[in-house]
């Protein structure tokens, strides 16, 4: 069967977006449909777009994964397929899969074993490889189309940060970020990684060309105010972080960032900042 990619936009693209990867796979373990989109939070997709699919696996940037044999809820008024992929575990068996929606008669593989075997037994390459990226195993060569490398950027990304070398994960972090230059979660990967390898300019540099066109929010003065504390500018990192504070008072993300910072310059203020996180 013909695979069939499929793009979508979503627009206005807000900055709390991630991306995330889809494949879905149809009876006979082929690829029937692959794509990278921008979500928020739960996951809607049209029905049409599931038609002669058994299973699907998403990813996103944020680490979050999840197979799928049919969706989480639907919307019949909207004709859509809701998706939630922030808990990481296989789908309950007892969910209405994606084939009882299109009275279609097929078996209904069960689990991830059984799918792995049929990949292992047939050398499907394709399957193989999302499985791969599932249990976070990168040995698997993905070059078969754009979906497969950009995500194949991000599983190499995160095997070279485990392995501590920083340069090559920098240099995989670049490319999600140039994949996907709107996501704000590309950018982190991005930021974190010049960091890692002390490149504090560039890091600098990217942060105010993406934010140059963006509403600066919380992340924004939790990204300056790190960047300038790693780079031993703590004057520099103060500002940004109380300013943030003062902005975004509820923040626990800014607070810690404060915590962190403050223990290394101000150790009575970082005491009065753990005593107010104690009792907030």
Not at 26 to 42: A, G, R
Not at 95 to 103: A, K, P
Not at 181 to 204: G, H, N, R, V
Not at 221 to 236: H, P, Q, R, T, V
């Amino acid at each position: 069967m013909k695979k069939t990619i499929f793009i979508l936009i979503l627009l206005p693209l807000l900055l709390s977006a991630n991306t995330a990867f889809l494949f879905l796979f149809n009876n006979n373990m082929m690829l029937e449909k692959d794509t990278s989109f921008y979500f928020i939070d739960n996951i809607e997709l049209p029905m049409k777009y599931f038609e002669n699919v058994t299973l699907a696996f998403f990813f996103d940037l944020e680490e979050n994964k999840k197979i799928f044999f049919g969706p989480t809820d639907h919307n019949h008024l909207k004709q859509t397929f809701l998706f939630n992929i922030k808990e990481n575990e296989l789908q309950k068996s007892e969910t209405i899969c994606f084939s009882d929606y299109f009275s279609l008669d097929r078996e209904h593989i069960k689990n991830l074993s059984e799918i792995s075997s049929i990949a292992y037994a047939f050398s499907l390459k394709e399957l193989s490889a999302v499985i791969s990226g599932y249990r976070n195993e990168t040995d698997t060569l993905f070059s078969l189309n754009k979906t497969f490398i950009s995500f194949g950027n991000l599983l190499m990304y995160r095997k070279a940060k485990e392995e501590h070398q920083f340069k090559r994960a920098m240099n995989f972090s670049q490319k999600i970020y140039e994949s996907f230059p709107q996501d704000e979660s590309a950018l982190k990967i991005y930021i974190y990684s010049l960091m890692d390898i002390a490149d504090f300019y560039t890091a600098d540099s990217q942060l105010n060309k993406f934010y140059k066109k963006s509403d600066k929010k919380e992340d924004y003065y939790s990204l300056k105010a790190n960047l300038f504390a790693i780079w031993g500018k703590f004057d520099e990192a103060v500002g940004f972080i109380e300013k943030g504070r003062f902005l975004f008072p509820e923040s626990e993300i800014l607070l810690q960032d404060a915590i962190n910072i403050y223990s290394v310059i101000d150790t009575m203020k970082m005491l009065e900042l753990i005593e107010y996180y104690q009792i907030k």
